[in-house]
């Protein structure tokens, strides 16, 4: 029932900000309770966790997101686990980073099953001040999937942690638009989890900024890695620049033309989460992914862009909570039934309850 809901009528401004004191002061102090608990007031949307993002947000755009999606089982969270444990472990000369791992898996319940798929490497990272864990299940957010788990990343981002690794689920339309919210998304596959390669038949080749063929120790890895491979070939065609650079030199053209605008070629690569095979040079894909939208500009204009798409989705959620605060229930019940009478089309229908939909 769309109307009558429990979230019927709330607004921010019934909490009064002096009664219970916002969790953000002691985030950016990096206290690690009020985290957790100022992720749970998100999750839940409770108005004390969006007044307390509110504070936070001027703290956040230095994150690195990485988005890492595929199909159930290919390895994800284990693969997550690895990164984690090597930008806390890095090798001589580099410095340790922090990092979140949030897991977004709607169909598993908030408390209930594993968060990561190697318990071993769990524990290593637990205790760890350095990473944060966090599982949301979120079905029931008002703002949708994308938005609420954008939340909890700003909160991260905002605590300081460097690397924010956001695993999702399957390749449904839910994905894609987390994959939005990243930086860099990894699509992960894996040899013989079907007929087919799974993120293909979704499309969401698209949006991978590097592929990873995990379990690369299973029969069937060189099969994947080659579709991959020819599936990439299928979907971007053109020609690289670089490849006719020396042609274009033969040109009298400006110096300032002849440099190419480096492009992206996602990178297809090997591992073996259960034994941390190829995590390194996952790692340097991700760090040479980032430089890559430095150098280009890519950076300010993808963060223009996910920032775009939060404002959006809250947008649309805004006005259609105004709205049904504003519309009449008796309304919308009589215009629902003459539509399913077939009296009224659908876009009359919308007419009718946002023109004349107002009770008061
Ligand atoms: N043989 C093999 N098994 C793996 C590999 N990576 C993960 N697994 C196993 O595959 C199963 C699913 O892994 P998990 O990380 O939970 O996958 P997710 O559902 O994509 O998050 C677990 O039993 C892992 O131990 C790998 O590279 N090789
Ligand atoms: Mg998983």
Redesign the pocket.
Do not use: N, Q
């Given at each position: 029932m769309i109307f009558g809901g429990p979230y019927r009528g709330r607004r921010l401004n019934n909490v009064s900000q002096a009664a219970v004191p916002s969790l953000a002061p002691a985030v950016l102090a990096g206290e690690r309770l009020a985290l957790a608990r100022l992720l749970s007031q998100i999750e839940n949307d409770a108005p004390l966790g969006m007044l307390a993002l509110g504070e936070l947000f001027p703290h956040t755009g230095k994150a690195h997101l990485v988005g890492v999606t595929g199909a159930?089982?290919t390895g994800?969270?284990?693969l997550?686990n690895q990164l984690a444990l090597y930008f806390r472990r890095p090798p001589d000369g580099e410095s340790p980073r922090r990092v979140a791992i949030l897991?977004v898996?709607p169909s598993s319940p908030f408390t209930g099953g594993a968060?990561?798929?190697d318990r071993v490497r769990m524990r290593d990272l637990s205790g760890d001040p350095g990473v944060f864990i966090r599982s949301m299940a979120a079905r029931g957010s008002l703002g949708g999937l994308a938005p609420a788990t954008a939340s909890l990343a700003q909160v991260f981002d905002a605590a300081g942690f460097e690397l924010i690794l956001i695993?999702t689920?399957g390749a449904g339309q839910a994905e894609v638009d987390i994959a939005r919210l990243a930086h860099t998304t990894i699509v992960v596959e894996a040899p013989g989890l079907g007929d087919d390669i799974q993120a293909i038949k979704a499309g969401i080749l698209e949006i991978a900024d590097i592929l990873v063929v995990n379990k690369a120790d299973r029969p069937g890895a060189d099969n994947t890695e080659r579709s991959l491979r020819n599936m990439l070939q299928l979907a971007h065609p053109a020609p690289r620049q670089f490849q006719h650079h020396g042609r274009l030199e033969k040109v009298t053209v400006p110096a300032a033309v002849l440099v190419p605008e480096p492009i992206w070629e996602t990178p297809v690569l090997r591992s073996v989460a259960t034994e941390g095979a190829g995590v390194a040079e996952l790692a340097a894909a991700i760090a040479r992914h980032r430089l890559h939208l430095e150098q280009t500009g890519d950076w300010g204009r993808r963060e223009r862009f996910r920032l775009q798409a939060e404002l959006e989705a809250r947008l649309r959620q805004g006005l259609l909570e105004r709205w049904r605060e504003s519309a009449s229930p008796t309304l919308y019940d009589e215009i629902l039934d003459r539509l399913v009478a077939r009296r009224i089309s659908p876009v009359q229908a919308v007419t009718a309850l946002i023109d004349g939909g107002s009770s008061q």
């Open positions: 159930p089982g994800k969270s284990s997550v897991a898996d968060i990561l798929g695993e689920v």
